[in-house]
């Protein structure tokens, strides 16, 4: 009499001599962890003999080890080489999803706790990709339904699954419909992914799933945006499959969710990032929205897990309200016994762009004529209102919104830039609104003197509309026609309108010709100087050139003239140094400096730096590339050289007490 061991190796053989005669491709299993007992990669491409099954069943399946396995289950390889695809439903959800959206076949498996149903590959050359349910863009959003295409494998009848006793607890069982066979697989082709039916859920920020997807730690996400950036760069193409795309995109959400973004504003931040560094070529634009929905769910669960003090009890966001009414009582003045305690506790001036824009304040832009200061305002804002993280080495805050007043440039030139800034940076749909007299009709508001009173009232009226966070006049000697630039009590009436709206919690953003350099070589913002009265940040645009009798023409700045030390103390011209950065086939148009006048609150960011203005010669794709911020320098030094705080502190000459603050540590 045969022994149950003689029996089953009986049934493992004659189950393998049928799927090799269907044209099947199987391969042995270890019994007790479902993996191949051998590297069966080869088996993906090449079908497996006659002989060889013959092989395992006279000699034993050779292991990974150089041995023999007498007993072993059995697991057929999906997708074009056997013919089949395979849906797995791992659980009850998933066998009535399947069922509901017409994912099921005549021709099943009974599993452990599901079932598995095969389909008929198409055969049409393309590949259909292993998908993991519940995690990826590509596959619907039901956790437990996987798909086994071309290079995954899943376990055959009669193969058992067993206890750390050895003693088996269930046997895989075919499922066959009544009326059908084995060979009518062919019959019932997969058409498609479920990613094809309608979700089982739509997306609200108000409903969210559990998840146990790790959102970044403090230290990473500082620097996600960069990070995704530089892996970019060193692969020389966009994220895709196989390059950790669900772990980088729950990572940016994580970090955006904790900035304190919602709706509408973190879901641009997010499609802007994913159109930014991933490739979406092989997804519809309903299976990538999906995805990130998913990611975004994950991100807000996991942040109201860690920070419940942020949500109200029904789950929302708590928003800081400022105090109308104060009592007497809490009219307290500043004794020299409080000032350790309060700087201690004291946090960061927040930035819009860091430290270009504080907010709520007023900031002048100066520059010659066509030196780019409209343009590289224009970029930086645009970055901004479109959410992303870093504008070369300025910190961008949450995506703003931005009211941008166009005196200066002629209608086709404030479309196109409008247009190229949104395709280089991400798109900023609501969050960037420019007005322009050459596109404005006087009748639609399109004519505004703020020297008079009554156009005043009428940029009330815009603000209202628009509701900006920062308001960009552009430029001022337009903006205030009539002004006489050396006359103190005039520059009263521009001070007075900026401070009014800033007053209101908006930051303005006055642009200004700079008078052209005397025989001393300098220049300086034209006026007098109670233009400066109010102005809280200036903020000089320079353009730097490679020839000297152009330099001097145009009273920019000559690249030999100046110097950019690396941290490992290499010297470089603003040229050079950009070109070192650039993506292979590019140009480099533009060399601009931006550096500081007057600054209100000097921080260790204040310094000055080169931004170069790119060109793909292949793709026309615009970018830009620049000098490191001291932040962006300690990052490096800390996240990836792994330097302590101290010796970061010793290279990049900045107080270590500075450089914890930017890694969210607690001074020591």
Request: net charge negative; with cysteine.
């Amino acid at each position: 009499m045969a022994t149950k061991k003689e029996e089953f190796k009986t049934r493992v053989y004659d189950e393998a001599v049928r799927a090799v005669e269907r044209g099947w491709n199987v391969i042995p299993l270890s019994i007790k962890s479902k993996k191949p007992l051998c590297e069966w990669k080869e088996f993906q491409t090449r079908k497996v003999t006659q002989e060889e099954v013959d092989k395992w069943f006279t000699e034993g399946a050779p292991t990974s080890g150089g041995g023999k396995a007498e007993v072993f289950n059995l697991a057929l390889v999906t997708g074009s080489i056997s013919g089949v695809i395979v849906l797995d439903c791992d659980n009850d959800e998933a066998v009535a999803y399947a069922k509901k959206n017409r994912l099921v076949s005549p021709i099943a498996v009974k599993t452990t706790r599901g079932y598995h149903y095969y389909w008929s590959h198409p055969q049409h050359g393309k590949r259909f990709q292993n998908k993991v349910g519940g995690t990826s863009r590509e596959w619907i959003n039901v956790k437990g339904l996987d798909l086994r295409g071309d290079g995954g494998y899943v376990v055959m009848p009669p193969s058992i699954k067993v206890n750390e006793e050895n003693i088996p607890t269930h046997q895989y069982e075919w499922n066959v419909a009544d009326g059908h066979d084995y060979e009518d697989v062919e019959d019932f082709v997969w058409q498609g992914s479920p990613s094809d039916v309608e979700e089982p859920e739509v997306f609200s920020f108000d409903t969210l799933d559990l998840s146990s997807v790790k959102v970044a730690s403090i230290a990473d996400s500082m620097s996600i945006w960069e990070q995704t950036e530089n892996r970019v760069k060193h692969l020389g193409r966009l994220l895709s499959e196989g390059d950790g795309t669900d772990d980088w995109m729950v990572r940016y959400c994580g970090q955006m969710v904790r900035r304190g973004l919602t709706g509408e504003d973190l879901w641009q931040s997010i499609i802007n990032y994913n159109e930014k560094f991933f490739d979406n070529s092989k997804f519809t634009q309903k299976e990538t929205d999906n995805w990130i929905k998913t990611k975004i769910q994950s991100s807000l669960e996991m942040d109201r897990r860690n920070h419940p003090e942020d949500y109200d009890k029904n789950g929302q966001r708590v928003e800081e309200k400022e105090e109308v009414e104060i009592p007497r009582s809490r009219l307290q003045p500043i004794y020299i016994d409080a000032v350790d305690r309060m700087l201690k506790d004291m946090v960061d001036e927040p930035y819009w762009s860091n430290p270009l824009i504080p907010e709520a304040t007023i900031t002048q832009v100066v520059g010659f004529n066509g030196h780019g200061k409209s343009y590289f305002l224009s970029a930086m804002l645009t970055a901004l209102s479109s959410g992303n993280e870093f504008f070369g080495p300025y910190e961008m805050g949450r995506p703003a919104k931005v009211f941008y007043m166009d005196y200066d440039n002629p209608r086709r030139t404030a479309l196109r830039r409008m247009q190229e800034f949104n395709k280089t940076f991400g798109k900023t749909n609501g969050h960037f609104a420019l007005w322009s007299p050459t596109l404005i009709s006087p009748e639609d508001g399109g004519e505004m003197n703020l020297m008079e009173e009554k156009d005043f009232r009428l940029l009330g009226e815009w603000l209202k509309v628009v509701s900006p966070d920062i308001l960009v006049i552009d430029t001022i000697r337009n903006a205030f026609r009539g002004l006489e630039e050396a006359s103190p009590k005039d520059w009263g009436v521009v001070n007075l309108v900026a401070k009014n709206i800033r007053n209101a919690g908006v930051s303005v953003i006055l642009v200004h010709h700079r008078n052209k350099p005397g025989e001393s070589g300098m220049g300086r913002e034209a006026g007098s100087t109670a233009q400066l009265t109010d102005v809280d940040t200036q903020v000089f645009i320079t353009q730097v050139f490679k020839d000297k009798a152009e330099a001097k023409a145009k009273a920019g700045l000559l690249d030999n003239d100046l110097t950019i030390f690396t941290l490992d103390g290499r010297e470089f011209s603003p040229y050079n140094y950009l070109q070192a950065q650039m993506n292979a086939d590019s140009r480099l148009s533009m060399v601009t400096q931006i550096s500081f006048g007057k600054v209100r609150q000097q921080t260790e960011l204040h310094q000055t730096h080169y931004i170069g203005w790119c060109e793909d010669l292949r793709t026309g794709e615009k970018y830009i590339v620049s000098t490191k911020s001291k932040k962006q320098q300690a990052l490096k030094l800390i996240l990836k050289e792994k330097k302590t705080p101290t010796e970061t502190s010793r290279i990049i000459k900045v107080p270590v007490y500075e450089i914890r603050s930017w890694l969210g540590l607690e001074e020591t």
